[in-house]
């Protein structure tokens, strides 16, 4: 089995821009960036808050799920 096909890489991180999906040229060093553009990261995070405020109304989220989310994640 050649493992090679099965997970085809590419040749350097993507530099697509997690919002709207537009190819951009990722500034060097520091925190790496996702999004094209400060309007694609804005629109990304109040879309997910909308999101998940809904899912949290819905039932499907609950607020123990955000709680221990965002403690897994604070010593990172
Ligand atoms: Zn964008």
Same mark, same amino acid.
């Given at each position: 089995?050649?493992?090679? !096909?099965?997970?085809?890489?590419? $040749? %350097? ?6 919002? #709207?999906?537009? @190819? +951009? !040229?990722?500034?060097?060093?520091? $925190? %790496? ?6 309007? #694609?990261?804005? @629109? +990304? ?32």
């Amino acid at each position: 089995m050649q493992v090679n !096909e099965i997970l085809p890489r590419k $040749k %350097r991180p993507s530099d697509d821009c997690l919002w #709207c999906g537009a @190819a +951009f !040229e990722a500034r060097n060093g520091g $925190k %790496r960036q996702r999004f094209c553009r400060p309007l #694609c990261r804005t @629109a +990304f995070h109040s879309a997910s808050r909308r999101w998940a405020e809904r899912a949290i109304a819905s039932g499907a989220l609950s607020i123990a799920d955000l709680r221990s989310e965002s403690h897994s994640r604070a010593g990172i």
